[in-house]
């Protein structure tokens, strides 16, 4: 069957389908001077405009009004969703590319700017944020020369030093501190564990899984209450359609919200509607610097879902928002939302604005269970087997708590190779799988934390 | 070369679940080495395993198959008459054809099913986009051009073949949409940003509160089986493509599914298995449902898809229907085209239908 019905639709008629806030670029109207604005910025409509945004010809901006569009939408997000509050301290991951590059710099001018009230403010009640910045190393998984890492540890270790005051500290982790010994140990195990498994998308994920799991731990050991992670429209765009199709469709609401509560550190997105292409320009325009560590591209599916949405968005530069809000109307889970404040030292003035801002859940409280490598929401029809491991404590029945996809990309297949393969896990997750209804407990306590007292209590 | 009655040869690839005869084929969709009877009940039984699971028929039903002509259409009315022998689901079965009046197109096609209607015992039954319309594809492409022609031919074919399953008197259509088929569907739902029909586009019954449901018997099986057992099976089926087609939007999601295939074949079911569970709220804005003031079809709308396309045909005004135009006494100004043949037919109305 080549063309099915209704949906079928060349590439210029998708307009009746969709709400496109975007118009496809209209070259043709732009020439005859139509719009008297050809020559101005389109915001200002003053200066002249430098650059482009993704609307083409429509959304020529003058580098100031380019800035404060983009900056604009960072600040939106953080406000709306109460991601960053005075008492947060906030640990932005870094990886040297120009997304977090962008948000390294959103976060530091508010950060800045927050300081300068401060200072100037009689009434201290309100204090700054703190910002740290973590950046991964992961040469152990690739070839490179331990001369072009330094050098870009070196280039990293400025671009934070430049951004003070306020100052920030730097952690530079290797991803073999994920397990509890390091140093050649943990490269050995790393190797080991990466090489046990054979599908390629597997260990590309496996290794990002692995990686949020560090980012969880710098941040818990240093005592920050916010992860920044740097992830943009097109990032986020091309992780809807490779969840889509892992077969992760019933998680993939969680991933792609502004604020993830499902870990112990809340993971907040605030670059979440600002495309590539605008945050490369304003390296550009701005001279930020990145630090390009050429990890290679990525192959299997990931690398081949990354020239898909590419080649869309050739076709039609608005097709990653489409692709972005389409997925934004999933239903997301109750934890795509920050947690409410419970500490009494906050000022109840921020509680009461956190509380105003807090998102109400509109994800019913249906899944209890995660998956103990990906830790994606478990659909209901997988309790009988997390129940039948319960309990079990010698050998977590971690292929029956795991979902589908990292039952089919990451584990052996061969059942005789799992027990090695849990050894080379790294603990957190071994841990959740024994604990894998631990999740509804939280959540209840959550509700009824204000009631209870600290001490006598007894921690099943 | 070596006769089959040598299993034991060493080197010899064996079929994988009899483990007696050579392999002649590796399966798309688990890459399994298999001989062609293996093949063959494997193909069948994982199709009659979908029927009943989500029972889809009930004896007695009188039963219209959607036939093209075409591979998937073929295979279906071949493997439908099968079971329907094999297991006694106690069928009416019918072939149902839709002539969308596309020059060396569907008219060899369509003489692929008559062939049909005689190899399978099936009676066939054709209807026309020229009587229920007035308008063949041919004089619709040469009004609006090669972008849109296949919006307007889905929705004309959508509504032809409930008016030719009307005529027969059916209980269901069945059609031969295929695992690559949904699954470029869902793809494209998320691209455009049709969430409405992301919520539906994975049922394997749709249209239970309207007119005449349909359902998919394959939408777990794999285009590339279906045309390994068209090929081992020696079926009749026609297989060139919609000389229209190359321009559509599906292009992009098909091209992709077919990478993706080489290095994941399980991603297809995968995409489907996403799309049946994508949590969408039942309270998102559907469609209200309601009936067509012109022709009594079921619609969202005033007037359904197909007479509003109809309206702007008759008119002259291509694009009715198809981008943000709203509603049929918008300014039709900027959009006329007058086309130097202008219909001789007068606009014909949808008729009324009996459901």
């Known amino acids: ?460 | 070369m070596e006769a089959d009655s040598k299993p034991k040869k060493s080197g010899a690839r064996l079929c994988c679940v009899c483990n007696q005869n050579r392999a002649a084929l590796k399966r798309p969709k688990t890459l399994e080495q298999i001989c062609r009877e293996c093949f063959y009940a494997v193909f069948e039984e994982e199709i009659h395993q979908v029927i009943l699971e989500n029972q889809l028929f009930k004896p007695g039903d009188r039963i219209a198959i959607g036939a093209s002509g075409g591979k998937d259409s073929t295979v279906l009315a071949y493997v439908l008459s099968e079971l329907n022998r094999r297991h006694n689901y106690g069928l009416d079965l019918f072939l149902l054809s839709v002539d969308e009046g596309i020059t060396g197109y569907r008219d060899d096609s369509l003489e692929t099913v008559k062939r049909n209607e005689l190899q399978y015992g099936l009676p066939l039954k054709i209807v026309s986009y020229k009587d229920l319309y007035g308008w063949t594809m041919d004089e619709i492409v040469k009004m609006i051009g090669l972008k849109n022609n296949c919006t307007f031919c889905g929705v004309f074919r959508r509504q032809a073949l409930d008016r030719g399953a009307a005529l027969l008197k059916v209980d269901k259509v069945a059609t031969g949409h295929n695992a690559d088929d949904i699954a470029e569907t869902v793809l494209l739902n998320i691209l455009r940003g049709d969430i409405a029909r992301l919520s539906r586009c994975t049922s394997i019954i749709t249209g239970e509160d309207g007119p005449i449901p349909r359902c998919k018997p394959f939408k777990y099986t794999y285009e590339k089986e279906i045309v390994m057992y068209a090929y081992f099976k020696k079926l009749d089926y026609f297989s060139t493509e919609c000389i229209y087609s190359p321009n559509a939007y599906r292009g992009f999601a098909r091209e992709f599914i077919k990478d993706l295939e080489r290095i994941r074949p399980r991603a297809i079911l995968d995409i489907i298995k996403s799309g049946e569970d994508f949590r969408i709220s039942t309270t998102t804005k559907m469609p209200e449902q309601g009936t067509c003031e012109r022709c009594g079809y079921i619609s969202s709308q005033k007037w359904c898809k197909a007479c509003v396309l109809l309206e702007g045909l008759n008119r002259g005004l291509p694009k009715l229907g198809i981008g943000r135009t709203q509603g049929l006494n918008s300014d039709g100004k900027k959009d006329r085209k007058r086309d130097s043949r202008t219909p001789s037919i007068e606009s014909k109305q949808c008729g009324s239908l009996e459901f």
């Not at chain 1, 990886?95 to 300068?116: D, I, N, T």
């Not at chain 1, 097109?234 to 199709?245: F, K, L, M, Q």
């Open chain 1, 1 to 460: 069957m080549a063309c099915n019905s209704s949906t079928c639709n060349s590439s210029g008629c998708y307009k009746g389908y969709e709400e496109e806030e975007q118009p496809k670029p209209n070259t043709k109207a732009a020439v005859n001077g139509g719009n008297s604005c050809q020559n101005l910025c389109v915001k200002c409509k003053v200066n002249e405009p430098v650059c482009c945004g993704i609307g083409g010809e429509n959304s020529r901006f003058c580098k100031d009004c380019f800035k404060n569009n983009l900056y604009g939408k960072f600040k939106q997000a953080v406000t709306y969703n109460a991601m960053i509050t005075p008492p947060d301290k906030v640990l932005v991951a870094f990886s040297g590319g120009p997304s977090s590059r962008v948000v390294l710099q959103f976060v530091h001018e508010m950060q800045y700017k927050a300081q300068k009230n401060y200072d100037a403010n009689k009434d201290k009640s309100l204090p700054v944020f703190g910002v740290g910045v973590a950046f991964i190393d992961e040469s152990s998984t690739h070839s490179f020369t331990s001369q072009h890492i330094e050098k870009a540890i070196e280039d990293i270790r400025l671009i934070v030093s430049n951004l003070a005051p306020p100052s920030k500290e730097l952690f530079v982790v290797p991803i073999e501190s994920i397990f509890s010994s390091d140093g050649i140990d943990g490269k050995e195990r790393l190797k080991e564990l990466l090489d046990a498994v054979s599908d390629v998308t597997g260990k590309e994920d496996l290794l990002s899984h692995l990686r949020i799991l560090l980012l969880q731990k710098i941040a818990s050991e240093n005592g920050y209450t916010r992860i920044v992670l740097g992830s943009c429209t097109s990032r986020i765009a091309c992780h809807v359609i490779s969840a889509t199709v892992k077969g992760q469709g019933y998680s993939l609401s969680a991933d792609i919200q502004y604020v993830d509560s499902r870990w112990e550190i809340p993971v907040v997105l605030p670059l979440r509607d600002c495309p590539a292409q605008e945050l490369n320009t304003l390296c550009s325009l701005d001279g930020l610097k990145i630090v390009e560590l050429l990890n290679g591209p990525c192959s299997g599916i990931n690398g081949l879902v990354s020239s898909f949405v590419k080649v869309l968005q050739e076709e039609n530069p608005s097709r990653e928002c489409t692709i972005v809000r389409t997925a934004g109307k999933l239903t997301p889970f109750h934890f795509n939302r920050v947690p409410e404040i419970h500490d009494s030292n906050v000022p109840s003035a921020t509680r009461r604005h956190q509380k105003r801002y807090t998102l109400k859940p509109n994800g019913s409280l249906s899944s209890d269970s995660f998956c103990p490598i990906c830790n994606s929401p478990l659909k209901k029809s997988n309790f009988p087997s997390s129940l039948r491991s319960h309990g079990s404590q010698q050998n977590p029945d971690l292929f029956a708590s795991a979902c589908s996809s990292c039952q089919f990309q990451i584990l052996p297949k061969d059942p005789s190779l799992m027990e090695e393969f849990l050894s080379l896990l790294p603990q957190q997750m071994i841990t959740k799988a024994k604990h894998g209804d631990q999740g509804n407990f939280s959540l209840l306590r959550e509700q009824i934390q204000e009631f209870l007292f600290s001490d006598g209590e007894n921690e099943i």
